[in-house]
């Protein structure tokens, strides 16, 4: 799993498998955790948040879920396609009242093979 | 809408030279940011502005200054750069913030620098 710190894990699935990415974060007081993907050459672009108070949210083919016990953040995607392939990144915001500072993890990479 | 477009995409620098990043956004937001981003790293945040005429420090702001004189634009500057300042530096903008939620930051396509 992916946390700051650690060098850039990957994982590798197959198309139409689900996947899980995982982040550990490290800051209780953050409000608001995010998903971002950024395909080679590009800019991050958003793909899910949750809030602190939250356990789960569903969106279209994912799933974040939440367990504020053991600080961890996973990001579930259904039927990986091979659009898919990406690096992953968890950030977290809201740390100290501003929800506008992210503080970014280091990321996944996700190959999906077809 | 082009969204947040960055200028240059690719620049080499030599050592003590300047530069200046331009990014520019077409979505009306009163946030912007600039971020850099090292090999196998996550992004970092270097200054960032909540209006026009406003700016601040972020995580890593030495070497950087940057200026917001308008509301579309966000400028970013290297008075004099080291080789430590090789990065793909991402520009960003969001609405106001709103605590009862959480305001989606958009990104530009990133700026690949090169410091000799």
């Known amino acids: 799993g992916e946390s700051v710190g650690l060098h850039l894990p990957t994982l590798s699935v197959q198309e139409g498998d689900n996947s899980i990415i995982n982040c550990a974060y490290s800051?209780?007081?953050?409000?608001?955790f995010i998903w971002y993907k950024q395909e080679s050459g590009k800019g991050p672009q958003f793909i899910i948040d949750?809030?602190?108070?939250?356990d789960k949210r569903q969106g279209q083919r994912v799933t974040v879920l939440l367990n504020k016990t053991v600080k961890h953040l996973s990001l579930q995607i259904a039927a990986t396609q091979p659009g898919d392939s990406a690096v992953y990144f968890c950030?977290?915001?809201?740390?100290?009242?501003?929800?506008?500072?992210?503080?970014f993890g280091k990321g996944t990479l996700l190959t999906v093979n077809p | 809408n082009a969204g947040v477009t960055q200028t240059p995409k690719f620049r080499v620098l030599k050592t003590g030279q300047s530069m200046t990043l331009l990014c520019a956004q077409d979505?009306?937001?009163?946030?912007m940011y600039w971020y850099r981003q090292d090999p196998g790293m996550g992004l970092r945040l270097i200054h960032y502005?909540?209006?026009?005429?406003?700016?601040a420090k972020g995580e890593v702001p030495d070497g950087y200054n940057v200026s917001r004189l308008k509301k579309q634009n966000f400028l970013l500057g290297l008075e004099s750069a080291a080789p430590s300042q090789t990065s793909v530096y991402f520009c960003?903008?969001?609405?106001?913030?709103?605590?009862?939620?959480?305001?989606?930051?958009?990104f530009g396509p990133g700026t690949r620098l090169t410091v000799l």
């Open positions: 960003a903008s969001s609405e106001d913030t709103d605590l009862s939620a959480y305001n989606e930051q958009f």
């Open positions: 800051n209780s007081a953050s409000d608001y």
């Open positions: 949750i809030r602190s108070n939250m």
């Open positions: 950030a977290e915001a809201g740390r100290g009242g501003s929800n506008y500072k992210l503080t």
């Open positions: 979505m009306n937001h009163e946030y």
């Open positions: 502005s909540v209006g026009e005429g406003t700016t």
